[in-house]
Each structure stands twice: as structure tokens, then as C-alpha cells.
């Protein structure tokens, strides 16, 4: 009884302890608030909602049949199992986690064996912008616009801005009148090198700004001097004689560069024809993956972890463990002195029992077994009457009757013959039966039940 009161204890304070944590934590936690989208800092995940993210375009991608997937994982894996099924990279934006070297060298290697890479973005990272032959591409600022402006704000996004048309007819301008960039739209650039300003490059590691070092062009299908018949990039849209959409290939794959973010951004997508636009830079064959990794989305924690990332849940499971296991290490603990195990005696009480009775019939000494049972019946019967131990027999026998049905007399001769036996008197093994069964028949007619009690007293002691 003690033991399930200990352990209850325990557990209502473990109960109460847990109540108490999760009302520290409920009223300590506070939710982060949403940064606010800015293009000064500008976040083109499309797992951002904002006004500067690209959720609405990768949902309706993903609502609309395309087979589109969040990339996760290092770039380097494009060339292992899992990027043979995927036909087309989307990096949109100067990504929070710059990609190295190494990443922008696998990148290109996936796309010589065949794959698209769309480069959405004002400045893309130089390390991804590989020569085509002795074509070289560059980007420039237009000018510097008020970067307080409000990305959610359309009119204020595309003020003074007129709409970029299609140069051509080509598969990325399918079905395409007019695109709305913003106010931050950069210009790509495109350039031959030629064989002199690449030897100085080389030497120098820098390229020269004489007219004779390189020469810039803008017509599709150029070819450089000395017979090099390397096509030059596609342009494909321009806001009059700035290129804003252009392409060329690399190995077997090509390279798309778009250079305003702002429209397949959430807040510019629905302008025009800028949701067609980006359909038509990222459906080409096979999966469409959208880089996440390099916007600090990658798979670094467990998928369990992920969920509940910035809740308190993550808080309250440390707290729980910790207290399971300080109650534990509590429960485990020594606090005193060592004590010796308890000595368990195998032998049951009625065991012993039974070994006496045989003794006690062996050696013929009725006397000592009608002891053991008329001691506690006298104490029996002078309690039931209210009496002491050693009241005479007479006036135990006649209180006993007065509140009973026995006979007073009949009672008193069963308690002088009792006596008589234990003090000595001759008594057959058949005589001391008799004396015992009507000792019992006694304690039955008097409802003393003092074998059940005896009964249960032996049943604990085991």
C-alpha cells in the first residue's frame, strides 16, 4: 500500500511537472515575425509567400500537371541517380548560400550532358555563365532605383517601365505579346572575343577595353572572326535595345538567363504575359526542380525535426527527457547506508504447520495440541464476554451464555476437560479430536470465525 502510494505520488508530480513546462513554454514562446520583403534583401524561395517569392509559381506549376520538385540537396547530386530524371535547374535570384566552385562546375557539366539551367536573376554568379565558343555574356545595371520601394506595390514596382517584346518568334516566346519587368531590370550583354583579347585574358587573367581586343554584338547568329562558326546567344525579349531574355548552349544542354526575378515573382507573375514567359522558360523535359538548397532550405535536419521547427514541441520533448531521465537517475540513487538483502525463509506457515501437527502425533502429546487451540479460544471466548484472561471459567462460561444461546454449564465442562488434558490428565488421540471439534463447533455457533482469520494471517505471511 505504501509502495502504490509512492508511486502515485510520482506520478501526479511528473503529471504536474509536465503541466508546468508546457505553460512555461506556451507563455515564452514567441512566434517570429515575418521579415518584410524588400529588394534590398530579397528572398526568392519558392516557399516564401511574399511579395518577393516565387510560391504562386511554383504551385500553379504544380497544380497545373508540370512535374515540379523543390531541390534540396547539393548541386552535386544532379549528376547521381536522383538528377537523371530531372530536365530543367531554376536558380531564381543571388541565392542566400553562394555556390562554390565546385557546385558551379557540376552545374555545367550537368547541363553539357543535356540539361536546361534558367538563371533568373539581376547579376548571376559569373562562375555560371561559361563561354559559348568566344561568346562571352555579361550583365549591367540600368541605373539605381529607390530600393525603398514597395516590392507588394505593382504600380510602384513597374513606374516609368515599358513592357519587353519578343525579339523573334522562338519556343520561348510562344504565345507571348509583352512582358512587364520592374524598375531593377539589368541588361544582358553579350560579346566575341576575340583571339588577341583572349591571349591577353590569359596572360593578364583580365580582358582589354581597345576596340581591337573584343568587339560587342547583338545579333543572333554571329560568328567570330576567323572562320568560328560558335552561334551566338539568342536574344529572345528586350525593352527596346536592352536584352532582357536570352539563351545559348553548352554540350548538349543550353543556358537560359532571365534578368529581372521581379517577373516570376508573386507579386509580378499575374502582369501580362509574364506567367506565360515562365512556363515557357521551365517546361522542357523531365522534372523541373527549383534550387532550395542554395536559398538555406536544404535537407540538414531530420524530416521529423523539420516539421515542428519553430514551435516550442522540439522545447518541451528535451524538457520531458531531461525529467525522465533525472527521475530515473533519482529512482536508481543510493541515499543511505548499504543494507543486507532481506533473508527470505522458504519454508510456508503451513508448512510448519504440518511438521508440528506430525511431531506432536508422533510423540503422542495431545495435551500440547489441545494447548495451541483452547489458549486463543479462552482469549476468544473472555473477550466475548467482556472479561479478563484469567477470569475463572464459571463466570466466563456464564457471560458467554448470557449474550449467546450456549448453555453455561455445557461450555464450562468443555473448558475444565480442556484444562484438565493440558494439565496432565490421560487422553486418547480420539478424546483430543472430540475436545478440538467441539472447540471449533464453539467458535462457529459464536460467529468468532477465528480459523478464517487465522487463515488470512498465514496466506500474508507467505
Known sequence: MIQMRQRLLIILMFVLAVGVLIAINSFAYV???????????????SYNAGATGTRAFYDLLNESG????RWREPSTRLLGSGGEKVGTFVIVGRPALSIDEDEAKTLLLWVAHGGRLVLID???NEALLPRSGNWEVTTEFI????????????????????????????????GIESVMPSQFYSEIKFSRVTKTAAKLAKNANVFGGSDD????????????????????????LSVGDKNVLLDYPHGRGRIVI????????????????NLQLGINLVTNHGLIAFDEFHQGRGNTHNAFVNYF?????????????LLLILILWTRGRRFARPLPLARVDRRSTLEFVASMAELQERAR??????ENIYGRTRRVLARYAGVDYNTPRAEIAARVAARSSLEAHSLETLMRQSEEAINGAPISARQSIQLVKRLREVENALGLRMRSRQVKQTAHNI
Open 31 to 45: 512566434q517570429e515575425e515575418d521579415k518584410v520583403d524588400s529588394e534590398t534583401a530579397p528572398n526568392r524561395s
Open 66 to 69: 508540370y512535374k515540379v520538385t
Open 122 to 124: 539581376r547579376r548571376p
Open 143 to 174: 541605373g539605381y532605383p529607390n530600393f525603398n520601394i514597395d516590392p507588394a506595390d505593382q504600380q510602384q514596382m513597374t513606374q516609368d517601365v515599358k513592357a519587353a517584346r519578343p525579339t523573334q518568334p522562338t519556343s520561348l516566346t510562344l
Open 213 to 236: 581586343e573584343q568587339s560587342s554584338s547583338s545579333s543572333p547568329g554571329s560568328k567570330s572572326e576567323g572562320g568560328d562558326s560558335t552561334p551566338a546567344p539568342v536574344v529572345h
Open 258 to 273: 532571365l534578368s529581372d526575378p521581379f517577373i516570376v515573382a508573386n507579386d509580378g507573375i499575374n502582369l501580362q504575359d
Open 309 to 321: 521547427s519553430g514551435t516550442p514541441i522540439l522545447a518541451i520533448g528535451g524538457q520531458l527527457a
Open 365 to 370: 502429546a495431545f495435551d500440547l495440541a489441545i
